[in-house]
């Protein structure tokens, strides 16, 4: 393979429809690179932005990729297409709310369960 085939142009697509990128990446980068990448570039007027890449979940080709993973691991067929640009899709899961974490443990304290026969 030359090196113009070991790098795929990527780019982001927020859950509101703004993109970042698209910019090029080797075909050996890991997906947690990438979240890494976009935590960087992650647009400053946005709210509820991710903090760490355990907030961010990506998902290519119709499938969650794993921090694990390389990009080239995840090409999907359709990435052949010379001078294409791969689109992924960013979830930002929101970190749990801690009152409601509270209100959960002492739901579960506070319960009493009496079985008359």
Known sequence: MSGVQDQLEIKFR????????????????????????????????KENGPRTIKDVMLLGAGKILENNRTVGDCRSPFCAIPGG????????????????EKALNNSKQNKCVCVIL
Do not use: C, F, N, R
Request: charged share 20%.
């Open 85 to 100: 640009v791969t689109t992924m899709l960013v979830v930002v899961q929101p970190p749990p709310l801690e009152k409601e």
């Open 14 to 45: 927020l859950i509101d429809g703004t993109d970042i990128g698209p910019k090029s990446y080797p075909a050996a980068t890991s997906v947690a690179t990438l979240k890494e990448s976009i935590l960087a570039q992650w647009p400053k007027d």
